[in-house]
């Protein structure tokens, strides 16, 4: 198979050197992922990912991160001139596609697939591989942030009003927490919404708005809080996944993230002592030392 290679093809319209109108940095990690566990599966060079993209909705929101990504990641795999020359001259090969079977060509990793559950129980060895790409400054974010702390996940800006999840529903949360903990813990609110669009929120104790200087120093603080308050975000999920910490939705369109189940809690349709019930028992587990 020495002429087999995997390729993350990571989303987009229109794809010249660099990505323009693609996924956000948390759905690229699925394609990511996938191909990091194919490869080391199979023994098998991959070729680097085009992480860089150009997005116009971040600047029209006026969003801090303009997420292009660009720095983030060092290569890992073959890149510039090979990877293209490759990328021209060899077939495509499907990724559901056994790769003993096959002589010569690329299996294209693309899409979301069935989202966390491609890459359960993997989530070591995709943290490992990953802490092992992204550059000295975002690395020194992740090791160096050892406090304990709950983050709290808003996402506003390009979701819909009816895909938003609704600010009370933070606010009720954190002070359902605040009210079954006697220390004191920071919440971290990690959003694309500005100060005002979230002042409710902030006014409330020890709530503070963070971010961590890239969309991937975020996820990685993420990961390792106490417990996640998230938005139905594949964002907060990530976190949650790499670090394996207990996470709260009040709505869901994915399916499982970790690899305990129970720790995994979504409110909709739940009684409000039941949703405090679960909730305590994710705090007495988690939170609470």
């Not at 495509?92 to 010569?104: G, Q, R």
């Not at 702390?149 to 949360?173: K, M, P, Q």
């Not at 002070?175 to 669009?197: H, L, M, R």
Request: net charge positive; aromatic share 12%; proline share 2%.
């Amino acid at each position: 198979m020495a002429n087999i290679y995997i390729y993350p093809k990571l989303p987009s319209v229109h794809h010249f050197i660099i990505r323009f109108t693609g996924s956000g940095l948390a759905n690229c990690l699925f394609i990511y992922a996938r191909a990091v566990l194919l490869s080391e599966k199979y023994n098998l060079p991959i070729l680097n990912p085009s992480w860089v993209q150009f997005n116009i909705g971040p600047y029209l929101r006026g969003e801090k991160d303009k997420r292009h990504y660009n720095g983030l990641f060092k290569s890992f795999g073959k890149s510039y001139f090979l990877k293209h020359w490759l990328l021209l001259t060899q077939k495509k090969i499907s990724e559901d596609s056994a790769p003993v079977n096959l002589k010569k060509g690329i299996i294209y990793v693309e899409g979301l697939k069935n989202y966390f559950e491609d890459i359960r129980f993997s989530s070591n060895k995709v943290l490992k591989h990953l802490l092992s790409i992204i550059k000295e400054k975002d690395l020194k974010v992740y090791h160096q942030k050892n406090e304990n702390f709950i983050a709290v996940h808003v996402r506003l800006g390009d979701y819909s009003l009816e895909s938003r999840t609704n600010l009370g529903w933070f606010i009720d949360n954190i002070k359902f927490i605040q009210s079954c903990i006697d220390e004191e813990i920071n919440f971290y609110i990690f959003s694309d919404g500005n100060q005002n669009e979230l002042a409710d929120l902030l006014k409330i104790k020890n709530c503070k708005l963070v971010f961590f200087g890239s969309a991937i120093a975020d996820i990685l603080v993420l990961s390792k809080a106490k417990l996640i308050l998230a938005s139905d975000s594949t964002f907060s999920a990530w976190g949650a996944y790499l670090g394996q910490v207990p996470i709260v939705f009040n709505k869901k369109h994915f399916g499982k993230i970790l690899d305990n189940e129970e720790n995994e809690l979504v409110t909709k349709g739940k009684e409000q002592t039941e949703i405090e019930k679960d909730l305590k028992f994710l705090i007495n587990k988690h939170v609470v030392n």
